[in-house]
């Protein structure tokens, strides 16, 4: 579009085009430039007075007003496009007024600005949320903070788009809601199953059922706990497989969390053979109990250890031992019993204890008067 005509005698920085003085169009020019100038000055003040604080006894409050440059930045070029509208005529024709577009764009920028630095500064809130988790027993906890953080993030954007949208560009947000409800109510059945999940994942914060690096048992996957979001809770099986299972599916399946049990249970068969005289069982049972009292400091007082003569076998003379080992750490309770069986294996060989094995005894019947009785071991035994 052309400038508009002008007298002679006008001043060169009074003559208009596009209804606005050459003077305006510097002012607006000069405004923008200086509005971006001291937003970047701000924000580089803040950002280094922010690391400043941080390195001192002030590190949230230094963290809060690093967040917070690059939105002031923002919000002071919003306020300087909004100066600089109120100095431009912005009514090109009867039919075009740019002026009610101009403030709408340069407050959808400051409410940009004020959304952004909300947004960031849950960053700090993470903060003072992390340092609350921290001191409860369950690392539950943990993973929930990031889980509220995006939670919040979410609500901060839905909550400045609604702001913008009703109060800057005067949308009617409830006939637009009435109008997505048929949608709305098509999206919810489609969505019923992220739905489920989402109660899922309330149930297993407000249940508590394990914490992150447990060893747990649910439906027939068994591993480690390794992440706990909103849809899912993901297993590290002992193959090293990444098991991903639905929060719903957790919900309403058994957890069997055996990183929680006390201790762990073992129950040891000792057999020996029957040719072994009463003196010599009671002497296994009393070397069996010898060996359960030296280890004291792992039983528990309301679990102490068993040592029972308790059954006549087919092929042997059974004793049966029962111990719960705490702490119950699993490799240390491998290690553990492998010190035991040593040891047992080595004072019953001591004693002339035997050991029995499975052996299956033939009659063979022939015509003559002559009989023999034959012993085979299993693994002399023809295999199928």
């Known amino acids: 579009m052309a400038a508009t005509s002008q007298p002679s005698g006008v001043a060169w920085y009074a003559r208009k085009f596009l209804n606005n003085a050459v003077w305006q169009w510097a002012a607006l020019l ?3 430039l200086a509005a971006l100038a001291v937003g970047r000055t701000v924000s580089f003040i803040l950002t280094r007075r922010g690391q400043r604080l941080r390195d001192g006894r002030f590190a949230t409050l230094g963290k809060a007003v690093q967040l917070l440059g690059s939105p002031a930045a923002l919000l002071i070029f919003g306020i300087g496009l909004w100066l600089a509208g109120s100095l431009m005529e912005l009514q090109l024709d009867p039919e075009r007024n740019l002026r009610r577009f101009w403030v709408a764009v340069a407050q959808t920028v400051i409410a940009l600005a004020v959304g952004w630095a909300i947004y960031r500064l849950v960053e700090v809130l993470e903060v003072f949320m992390a340092r609350w988790t921290s001191r409860t027993r369950t690392q539950l906890d943990d993973q929930l903070v990031p889980m509220l953080r995006k939670s919040l993030r979410l609500f ?6 609604l702001f913008i949208a009703q109060n800057i560009y005067q949308w009617d947000i409830g006939a637009l809601l009435a109008g997505l409800g048929l949608g709305g109510l098509a999206f919810a059945l489609a969505a019923q199953d992220a739905l489920k999940n989402l109660f899922g994942s309330v149930v297993i914060f407000s249940d508590r059922p394990f914490q992150l690096g447990d060893w747990v048992r649910i439906a027939e996957h068994e591993g480690f706990v390794e992440e706990v979001g909103f849809r899912s809770t993901r297993l590290r099986t002992f193959d090293g497989y990444l098991v991903t299972l639905p929060n719903s599916t957790v919900a309403n ?20 053979t029957y040719d072994t005289p009463p003196e010599k069982v009671q002497r296994a049972v009393d070397i069996i109990q010898e060996m359960l009292d030296a280890r004291k400091d792992h039983w528990q007082e309301d679990r102490p250890p068993r040592v029972y003569f308790n059954d006549f076998n087919a092929a042997s003379l059974n004793m049966i031992v029962f111990y719960w080992y705490a702490p119950p750490n699993w490799w240390d309770y491998m290690a553990f019993n492998h010190d035991f069986n040593m040891e047992l294996l080595k004072r019953f060989n001591e004693e002339g204890i035997e050991f029995a094995f499975p052996t299956q005894t033939l009659y063979l019947k022939q015509a003559s008067d002559f009989s023999a009785d034959v012993s085979l071991r299993r693994g002399d035994l023809p295999q199928d």
């Open 30 to 32: 000069g405004i923008l």
């Open 156 to 161: 901060i954007v839905i909550i400045v788009f």
């Open 253 to 272: 399946s058994p957890v069997v969390n055996v990183a929680r049990r006390p201790s762990i249970r073992r129950v040891l068969n000792v057999t020996i």
